[in-house]
């Protein structure tokens, strides 16, 4: 069955560093990949989506990279700050509208 | 913002209670998605909707749990008779649907505890 593999430690980085996290998927080869933010006690919230064609996707301060061979989605925050500490998702679709859920990665942003 | 709406958002009751959640989806949205969140397992869909018909409902325990959309603004997920396992927090999403290229939108989910 297809499985996806986020970091389950924190990740924990200072205030202006670049924020890194990855997401790995076996048996499977997913057309689409979404990545989601969750606060405690929220639900997740959409940030961006990725095309199986696309290498790389930028949104602000985000960028998602797709790497179809090394089955891998890295998920990166520039110029981090401590708002952006959080809970991150990868997701990636069943060929249906349905989507499988990696754990999450949680991200702190010390000042 | 649209958004999507559940209730409750918290829930305790005992063991063999009936639990019936529920969830205002996005208006316009013609998919609605049932979650359910444990820190052991992370999020895993339960059941989905396209157009109020079930297309889906692999990952609940059918003898227990059942899923309905009486109409295109409320989602219900009931629970008859609960057990403890079945604390989680629940949420409901929705979309347009359309294989992975649109963005599920959350509600804030309903944190049920089963004593």
């Known amino acids: 069955s297809q499985k996806i593999e986020q970091n389950s430690e924190a990740l924990n980085i200072q205030e202006g560093k670049t924020a890194t996290l990855t997401c790995n998927y076996t048996?499977?080869?997913?057309?689409?990949l979404q990545w989601y933010r969750q606060d405690p006690g929220r639900g997740p919230v959409f940030l961006l989506l990725?095309?199986?064609?696309?290498k790389e996707k930028r949104k602000e301060r985000l960028k998602v990279t797709f790497d179809t061979t090394l089955k891998q989605s890295l998920f990166h925050i520039t110029a981090s700050q401590p708002a952006d500490s959080a809970t991150y998702l990868c997701?990636?679709?069943?060929?249906?509208?349905?989507?499988?859920f990696g754990t999450g990665t949680r991200l702190q942003v010390f000042p | 913002d649209a958004r999507v709406t559940q209730t409750p958002r918290h829930k305790v009751t005992e063991m063999g209670q009936e639990v019936t959640m529920r969830c205002q989806p996005i208006?316009?949205?013609?998919?609605v998605f049932w979650y359910r969140q444990t820190m052991m397992q992370g999020l895993e869909l339960l059941a989905y909707?396209?157009?109020?018909?079930?297309?889906?409902d692999s990952g609940m325990p059918k003898d227990r749990f059942s899923a309905e959309m009486p109409d295109a603004t409320l989602a219900t997920l009931k629970i008859q008779p609960s057990e403890p396992r079945d604390s989680a927090v629940y949420f409901c999403?929705?979309?347009?649907?359309?294989?992975?290229?649109?963005?599920?939108?959350f509600g804030d989910g309903t944190r049920l505890s089963i004593l």
């Open positions: 909707f396209r157009n109020r018909a079930p297309l889906d």
């Open positions: 990725i095309r199986e064609n696309e």
């Open positions: 999403a929705s979309g347009l649907g359309s294989r992975g290229t649109q963005p599920q939108h």
């Open positions: 048996n499977y080869s997913p057309a689409y």
């Open positions: 997701a990636l679709d069943l060929n249906t509208d349905k989507l499988i």
């Open positions: 208006l316009g949205h013609n998919t």
